[in-house]
């Protein structure tokens, strides 16, 4: 009984306008954040990237419907953003793709178009299984 008393005198004075207030005027001392965030990426560049993404795992689906778990687990763009020649980059591409056994070679073209105009994010790269050896025993 005592308690529920407790519990709606705290509740009443956190949701007054009188209730207690901390630095930068909100409840609790939690200091009122800001509407505007600073962005550390192009936006214009993330949205390119995001909208390449989209489109493989599109054109994926579409080569490999009725064959998913055949499908490549990822085709990571900052890897192909980081190899020296658009023939390497086909290359890689035609090794994801070997299990794929209708034709590539229009994905292969446009995806190697669209990569044309993106550059490598180092920020966002994720490292593969094979270089995160943060799992490995020392």
């Known amino acids: 009984m005592a308690a529920q008393r407790l519990g709606k005198r705290v509740l009443s004075k956190l949701q007054s306008p009188s209730g207690a207030r901390g630095p930068g005027g909100s409840p609790g001392g939690l200091q009122k954040r800001h509407a505007r965030v600073t962005v550390k990426y192009d936006r214009r560049e993330l949205q ?61 073209q446009e995806l190697l178009a669209k990569l044309r105009g993106l550059h490598k994010q180092p920020g966002l790269r994720q490292p593969s299984p094979s270089e995160d050896d943060s799992l490995s025993p020392r």
Not at 70 to 98: A, T
């Open 48 to 108: 390119r990237r995001l909208d390449v993404e989209k489109w493989i795992d599109g054109r994926l689906e579409e080569l490999y419907r009725g064959r998913e778990a055949d499908m490549p687990d990822e085709v990571n763009i900052d890897e192909l953003l980081e190899l020296e020649s658009e023939e390497d980059r086909r290359r890689k591409i035609q090794g994801l793709l070997r299990s794929c056994t209708d034709p590539t070679e229009d994905f292969i």
